[in-house]
């Protein structure tokens, strides 16, 4: 029943607005008041820095392009709505913003799980919905009103195996993945992928599952085959303890990771067996380049000197993304908007330039970034997909790529073989979608369900 | 040849504590019949009492030896009590009602302490460092951990203690003669209350070393973490024969090695699937376990 009475809601709300229009004639294009972007983000409960730094990111850009004029001449307004982190709220909020909002888009949720939830609401009603950083591939495949901003789980399979071999001058990785975990797995099979093209080898592969605290056996394992490091693509508690593991069985190499790492547990449970290693992220605030320096000096000015995390500056761009897409649009129509999203190419956001692919998913660049001593990331690289060039115009990728990126940016056997991480997660992403939607929370929110700083 | 070593050591050392966890069990087992799901739990409240103690005296920022020793005492003070609380309030009240009853009191009890811990304590893991860093010792191509080294000899020493206790003491005659009728030794001038509660607070005692010890090997404490170790002690106790101590120790060994070796030679997705295989193998061939003999000596 619960479910069944927002939807009946809905419907009579949505009946009573076409009413409405056709009584008032065309509404949405021609109307004169604020135009109703609609957020759904987790803004109490225990992921509330998510959706209270998200929400932060996107009042920033909102607050940009209305001093700018807004979009055809109209100001722009962001409903917020609370989902306290919990899915089935996420959808009940997306549907109140469609029904009795009329939002003309939608920006949210951070968790993938979450964003599935909404993801068959909006669709549904035709409404755009842009997703700051859920990186599960089944969350645009929900529908094709569906898109993102961030990039997608597979991508930074490739971009460790990148980093690996153009930056460190690897040859032989061994693999340590969490195999309960369709997060863990998917980095580890794209890595796999990218890194044997590169004509690395992975000698030792072992396995683990999500809670277990024991690592020694595998590691013993992984030591005997003497690699040059050992790619861990887990969340932090376990990384944390791994890394401790690995040293104290005598592994000295650098363990390398995705985005799962980014929280200061890491450091607290890894301590100095962790410092040293590489995981790939989204973003980092000490980034060189100047887009970035610039939000992070204009976040700093408006949310009184706190330093913008990855969400901040993935819903900066989402928002960005949207409102750009929404200039572009023919008129304020849902499908109007749809079309300009999925043309979006180039949009100059500040974790990177965006070009969706056909599956509305972002090719964008990451960052690689390093564990330092005292628990501090330090921003080392940056990588592209393949045939992405660096933003241009932008100084700072100089200074980024001053270092060695200049050389990965194009990986230098540009043969077209190599897969593309667009085409990467289309293949691993009928199993995802079913299991991610199966087992909720757990699945399916890596990058998003770790408390950041 | 080096990594048959690195994972019996290991093994060992895992061994170890799923022993000292599992003399609990038995200790409660072997007197009151009572299989005591909550001492996984209780396990657990002794590593978070150890994370507290260790940060409240500024353990945590420069272990010493010194400061664990009073940690673990303190974990043990605290477990101790716990564990009379326990026996006071859930299980004394049904000692005398059907065995089944006090079964699932005992499940009831583990769940409150799970939830209520993660009330109390947040759900969110910790970071416990109690022992000094030390690189520990490094034999060619095997090394060997400074807190395993530490977990072994504890564990070992607590074991010949309790023997003692168990078959030197005239509270340990008594728990064998509670062990061994109850009724006759009430008869005999035997305090059985006492010597319930008494057997619970040693039980709790082991656990809170062990928890100790546990979160010292792997530093992350969070109120769930008693489920598994609880569990595979109490497959360790069954295995070795539930209700006798050396049985109990061997148990946790043979339990220890075959999780290195399976997850070793194997893949650790085995791991799990072999312990309880083992369990049931053992137990089809020798129902009492490994070293139980029956009826006729218990604690």
New interface residues.
């Given amino acids: 029943m619960r479910r069944i009475l927002p939807s009946l809601l809905a419907l009579a709300a949505l009946a009573a607005c076409k009413k409405q229009d056709q009584g008032s004639g065309m509404m949405s294009p021609n109307a004169t008041g604020p135009i109703v972007l609609g957020e759904v983000g987790s803004m109490t409960g225990t992921e509330a820095t998510f959706g209270l730094s998200s929400a932060n990111g996107i009042q920033l850009a909102i607050d940009e392009f209305n001093a700018k004029g807004g979009v055809k001449g109209r100001q722009l307004q962001v409903k917020v709505l609370d989902d306290q982190g919990r899915p089935e709220e996420a959808a009940t909020a997306a549907t109140r913003l469609i029904a009795s909002e009329h939002v003309v888009a939608l920006l949210g949720e951070v968790a993938s799980t979450r964003s599935m939830f909404m993801a068959p609401k909006a669709q549904q009603a035709k409404v755009p919905m842009v997703t700051p950083s859920s990186t599960n591939p089944a969350v645009t495949e929900k529908g094709d009103y569906i898109f993102r901003a961030c990039f997608i789980d597979p991508f930074q399979g490739y971009v460790a195996a990148t980093f690996a071999h153009d930056n460190l001058k690897l040859k032989k990785v061994a693999i340590l993945k969490d195999v309960r975990n369709d997060y863990s797995v998917g980095l580890a099979k794209n890595f796999i992928d990218a890194f044997t093209k590169t004509g690395g080898q992975i000698i030792a592969q072992e396995s683990y599952s999500n809670g277990d605290v024991d690592f020694k056996a595998q590691l013993t394992n992984i030591k005997a085959a003497a690699p040059q490091a050992l790619y861990v693509p887990g969340y932090y508690t376990d990384v944390g303890l791994i890394a401790r593991q690995a040293r104290e069985v005598g592994i000295t190499v650098p363990l390398l990771g995705g985005d799962g790492w980014d929280s200061e547990k890491l450091y607290e449970i890894g301590g100095d067996a962790i410092v040293g290693s590489y995981f790939s992220n989204h973003y980092s605030p000490d980034d060189p380049s100047p887009r970035i320096q610039e939000f992070v000096g204009k976040y700093k000015k408006a949310y009184g000197g706190q330093l913008p995390d990855s969400l901040a500056a993935q819903a900066y761009d989402a928002a960005g993304m949207l409102v750009d897409a929404m200039k572009r649009a023919k008129d304020l129509t849902g499908p109007s908007i749809r079309d300009a999203l999925a043309a979006t190419k180039d949009y100059a956001g500040v974790t990177g330039n965006i070009t969706l692919d056909q599956n509305r998913n972002p090719l964008k660049p990451a960052v690689v970034l390093k564990v330092a001593k005292g628990g501090k990331y330090d921003f080392v690289t940056k990588i592209y997909p393949e045939g992405m060039q660096p933003e241009t115009g932008s100084g700072g990728d100089a200074a980024a790529g001053g270092t060695k990126t200049g050389s990965n940016t194009a990986p230098a056997p540009a043969s077209g073989t190599t897969p593309t991480p667009t085409t990467a997660p289309a293949t691993g992403a009928t199993t995802s979608a079913s299991e991610a939607s199966n087992t909720g929370q757990k699945q399916g929110v890596p990058s998003a369900e770790h408390p950041k700083k | 040849m080096?990594?048959f070593f690195?994972?019996i050591i290991?093994g060992i050392s895992?061994g170890a504590i799923y022993a000292l966890i599992a003399l609990g069990y038995t200790m409660v087992y072997g007197v009151l019949k009572l299989i005591n799901f909550a001492h996984g739990d209780v396990f657990m409240v002794g590593a978070m009492i150890g994370w507290y103690v260790a940060r409240w005296t500024g353990e945590s920022r420069s272990p010493s030896i010194s400061g664990a020793l009073l940690v673990t005492l303190a974990s043990m003070l605290v477990c101790g009590c716990l564990g009379f609380v326990i026996e006071r309030l859930a299980y004394r009240p049904l000692r005398n009602s059907p065995r089944l009853n006090s079964l699932i009191t005992a499940i009831g009890v583990s769940f409150f302490l799970e939830y209520g811990g993660q009330y109390l304590f947040g759900?969110?893991?910790r970071?416990f460092t109690v022992l000094p860093r030390h690189p520990?010792l490094?034999a060619g191509?095997v090394?060997l951990?400074y807190v395993d080294v530490v977990t072994v000899i504890v564990s070992v020493a607590l074991m010949i203690g309790l023997q003692r206790i168990v078959f030197h003491t005239r509270m340990g005659t008594a728990m064998r003669a509670v062990s061994f009728n109850a009724t006759v030794a009430s008869l005999m001038g035997v305090n059985i209350d006492r010597v319930i509660s008494f057997t619970f607070v040693l039980g709790s005692v082991l656990a809170a070393v062990a928890g100790v010890l546990y979160a010292s090997k792997?530093?992350?404490v969070q109120p769930l973490m008693g489920l598994?170790p609880g569990l595979k002690a109490f497959v360790a106790a069954v295995l070795g024969g539930i209700g006798n101590v050396p049985g109990a120790m061997l148990g946790g060994l043979v339990l220890g090695l075959a999780?290195?070796?399976?997850?070793?030679y194997l893949?650790?997705?085995w791991r799990d699937a072999v312990a309880f295989g083992i369990l049931i193998l053992v137990l089809l061939a020798r129902p009492t376990g490994l070293l139980g003999r029956g009826e006729a000596e218990k604690v």
């Fill in positions: 080096a990594e690195q994972h290991d895992v759900p969110n893991p970071v520990g490094h191509p090394s951990g792997y530093p992350s598994m999780e290195q070796i399976v997850s070793g893949s650790s997705s």
